[in-house]
């Protein structure tokens, strides 16, 4: 495995977890990378550099966003971000990974990929459900802030420090356990 495969490998986890977050800003972010020739896609991916896909992404990038900021859209947002994501996350690690087979390059895309983008989708639904149940929504403006700020740092990070973005994920992914397994504990121990 060379080392361009690697970092190929980091972008797309780096951009999967960005998935989860927000489904269209890493997508933007890698189509506007792709347009500026700053990362090259595989050859079947091309079209995402196109300007008819920055526009069109970058709108539905806005839609999603502002759509975090209203009330009970933002929780049906969550109901459809989780199946979009992992499809989402998949394809971005279908479309970054470099010089593997297609057996090995799904794999991951599919593991790697759309596990990731699931599992940090999963953890945002959780977060902006008890944040409406808890204050009845009114913090769910700073959840959303949190979480579009995220994409962007993981988005940009993954496509200028690929590595670095891994690591993040990998911080992130073991946050995710951890919470989870407070949950698990707490939930034992009521019933």
Do not use: H
């Not at 500026?36 to 091309?46: M, P, R, T, Y």
């Not at 992404?57 to 209203?70: D, R």
């Amino acid at each position: 495995m060379t080392t361009e495969t690697i970092i190929s490998i980091f972008l797309g986890i780096g951009l999967s977890a960005s998935v989860g977050f927000r489904v269209f800003v890493p997508l933007f972010a890698l189509s506007l990378a792709t347009y500026f020739n700053l990362w090259e896609l595989n050859d079947s991916w091309q079209w995402i550099g196109s300007l008819t896909a920055v526009v069109t992404l970058g709108v539905a990038t806005l839609v999603e966003i502002f759509g975090y900021y209203i009330p009970y859209i933002d929780n049906l947002l969550d109901t459809i971000a989780i199946p979009l994501a992992t499809i989402a996350g998949t394809a971005v690690m279908v479309s970054t990974i470099a010089d593997l087979g297609p057996v090995i390059t799904w794999a991951l895309a599919i593991i790697a990929g759309g596990g990731t983008a699931a599992a940090v989708a999963g953890s945002s639904g959780v977060t902006r459900l008890t944040s409406t149940a808890t204050t009845g929504g009114v913090a769910n403006p700073i959840v959303s802030t949190v979480e579009t700020g995220t994409s962007i740092v993981m988005s940009v990070l993954s496509l200028f420090i690929p590595v670095l973005a891994f690591i993040f994920v990998v911080a992130i992914l073991y946050l995710i356990f951890r919470v989870y397994k407070k949950i698990k504990r707490s939930k034992s121990k009521t019933t």
